[in-house]
Nanobody, 120 residues
Framework: VQLQASGGGLVQPGGSLRLSCAASGSIFSINRMGWYRQAPGKQRELVAR???????NYADSVKGRFTLSRDNAKNTVYLQMNSLKSEDTAVYYC???????????????WGKGTQVTVSS
């Protein structure tokens, strides 16, 4: 199983970026999928995730600015980030909690991080 993330970069405060993450490989079902981030000197934190039933969870700090969507057919999630702030600067990691077969338990998978820098 691989998680391929894309879409990071440098943006000015108030700008927007869109991150994408596609899961590929032997995937039987995905329980939840989303994004975490880690800023220098800080612990990794949840940004947003979508659950199997379609509900989403957001960190309080991004509510109203970030929107997570999911394309089930493509095993892909998209994080639209608007009104970006300097404090959003971090490495963003895609995460999926999935199982590879009917008889296999759920496991966490992580993509390589993508840098998001918000600076003027």
């Amino acid at each position: 199983v691989q998680l391929q993330a894309s879409g990071g970069g440098l943006v000015q405060p108030g700008g927007s970026l869109r991150l994408s993450c596609a899961a590929s490989g032997s995937i039987f079902s995905i329980n939840r999928m989303g994004w975490y981030r880690q800023a220098p000197g800080k612990q990794r934190e949840l940004v947003a995730r979508v659950l199997d039933g379609g509900s989403t969870n957001y960190a309080d700090s991004v509510k109203g600015r970030f929107t997570l969507s999911r394309d089930n057919a493509k095993n892909t999630v998209y994080l639209q980030m608007n009104s970006l702030k300097s404090e959003d600067t971090a490495v963003y990691y895609c995460n999926a909690y999935l199982r590879r077969g009917a008889g296999i338990g759920y496991e966490d998978y992580w993509g390589k991080g993508t840098q998001v820098t918000v600076s003027s």
